[in-house]
């Protein structure tokens, strides 16, 4: 079951469970839209993976299996693998 990160592990922004700019790879790393379009260009810096946006668990099922609240945030901001 995917955790549902709080927040974009580069710039910080909160990316609530219902947020449609949520984008995840396939480790779960999480990021904003404008960071993962912008300085990542779809690629994860954790991982090398692609990134592509985050489903949204339905309200009830989000009652009985909570987002996270584990914030990563990584203060070196956003740096694609090589």
């Known amino acids: 079951m995917l955790e ?3 927040s974009c592990e580069c710039c910080d922004r909160d990316l609530p469970p219902d ?4 984008m995840i790879c396939s480790f779960e790393c999480t990021f904003c839209r404008n960071c993962a379009e ?4 779809g690629t994860c810096p954790n991982c090398g ?3 592509v946006p985050r489903p949204i668990r339905p309200a009830a099922m989000l ?3 909570p987002a996270s609240t ?3 945030f990584k203060p070196e901001g956003c740096i694609p693998k090589a």
């Not at 947020?19 to 949520?22: F, G, K, P, T, W």
């Not at 912008?38 to 260009?41: C, E, F, R």
Request: aromatic share 4%.
């Open 4 to 6: 549902l990160r709080p």
């Open 19 to 22: 947020s449609r700019l949520a």
């Open 38 to 41: 912008g300085p990542l260009s």
């Open 49 to 51: 993976g692609n990134l």
């Open 63 to 65: 009652a009985k299996y």
């Open 70 to 72: 584990r914030r990563i």
